[in-house]
């Protein structure tokens, strides 16, 4: 018995190893390599030259909070913005078509299905074709404004501070729809009809039915969507990259894009690797958060 | 008769947010078919009244960079796929089927990765690569997209392998299997469908990468396709019918696999995150 438990703990592991070993080179030593840059001075200056690189404690993250060009601060309240609002409404349209659709009608399933396709289209894509639907010349979204004569003259989307956060709010919204329409049309499916047969029985209004018993059966899925939208939504680059480059004067400037800018655009390898350690210690939170979510509500580990 | 009135009600609401969702896209696809005038007429059209296929043509012309960046995108993501996949499987299979110390701290370990950031590691990576001489080659991408497959690849075909009864694994045993000839001789065939959504997954994460593709790739000819219409983009900034044409090339792949996997995919994607 012993001896054959032992054998089962060296397979599982054996099995295991290959990918733990890919993603402990590929990412572990980066991760950790991230943190040794962070509190150096790598820049464009000493790259190449490693005796110049030296230790410099915590000067780049406290750069990065008092130092006059640093934006850090900014870039974090924009990417709470963001996800907070895309979250917002991501989650609720998404809700009322989980609950649209789980109901069966001609059609329902292919609705549903299309809607799907947004969230796998490369973000790179559906972020320049958003930047064309918000151009302030040609774009469909200031002719359809102005046609219900909500403006007068065309709107500066991507150029006005406050317009092209919500041109990247509304984009994102799109793509992340159907994923929590998704998560909450599963969620749905696991309550059993029959307890919608009793509480009508018993005379519940449709509303009271909503908040007593479909909201409560499905927190877990809630909790799940909430949680991880938040951790995808606040790492999101691409589609701001694309869209506004964190333009016009940092008005959509993430902590994602922040990091990208120090080490790629400035050069500023150590900088921007403080930045990023920055962003991954806030989604490390929830992510913990997320972890003891899901490790409660099924014992499937 | 009451319920049939309720079904069209819904019908009606579905179809409207069916529109409104579609909108883009198909905007995207009138835009291609537009000439530069109609685009910027006020109001423009919401059909070409001009029809043209030239957009589409100019870029599948043996000038344009579309192709290219086609081909490399395919180079890259089926790169990812094959080392994700090919990794993913018997990870999948030994954290579902043995148990063992530490292995819960692995799954921990899988389902953090997938939330790390991009840029978390994209410096250090840069530097690796730079250190190997692997800038501006396929596998510096290939190699980085693969780390994105890999959780979601694991996590999936896990809860796949956990649903297939232990029974199976007892009587291959009996039979005179060991742990490696049950793994492919059994488990392998009746996880194929898991295999195909983990796989899909896997390209279209990579397909999808920009990061990575525009910051170790520089050399224009190999750039996946992304990275080549950002590019596009930057350089003729108000060419949209052209840029739209070379946007729909770019999603053809993810909408071929969307249109024939759907179930597939819809099933992958609430297994690994609700489950995990």
Redesign the interface.
Known sequence: MNKKNHL?????????????V??LV??G???I??FI?SVKNVDVYTFADASKQEFVGLKNYLELFDGEDSILLTAISNTLIFTVMSIFFQFFIGFG?AL??N?K????SF?R??????????????G??????F?S??G?IN?LFM?LHLIDAPLEWLLEPKLAMIAIVVANI?IG?P?NM??LI??LTTIPEEIYESSKLDGASKLQTLFLITIPMIK??IM?VLT?GF??T??V??LV??MTKGGPINATELV?TY??KL??DQFQ?SK??A???I??LI??VV?IF??KL?NDE?E?? | MKNEKGNWKYFIIGAIVFVIFIFPLYWMVVTALKTQVEIFQIPTPLWPKDLTFEAFADQMSSSSDTFQGFKNSLIIGCGATIISTILSIPAAYGLARFKFKGRKLLILFFLMTQMLPSTLILTSLYIMFSRMGLLNSYLAPILADATLGIPFSIIILRTYFLSIPKELDEAAKIDGCNSITSFTKIMLPIAKPGVVVAAVFSFVYAWGDLIYGITFITDPTKRPITSSIYNYVQQYQTLWNATMAFGIIAIMPVVLIFIFMQKYIVSGLTNGAVKA
């Open positions: 089962s703990v060296k397979t599982g592991f054996l099995f295991a190893l290959p990918a733990v890919y993603m590929f990412v030593y980066p991760m390599q991230n840059l078509l649209l659709f109901k009608f001609k059609g329902s609705f299905g299309v809607t799907m396709i947004s969230w796998l289209l490369p973000v790179t894509v559906a320049l074709l958003f930047k064309f639907m151009a010349k040609g469909i002719q046609s799109w729809i994923f998704m998560l599963t969620g877990p899925a799940s991880l951790v995808y606040f790492k680059f691409d990259w694309v994602s990091a990208y080490s790629f390898f921007g690797s930045a990023a350690n962003l991954f989604l490390f992510g997320y972890i899901i099924e499937v580990m």
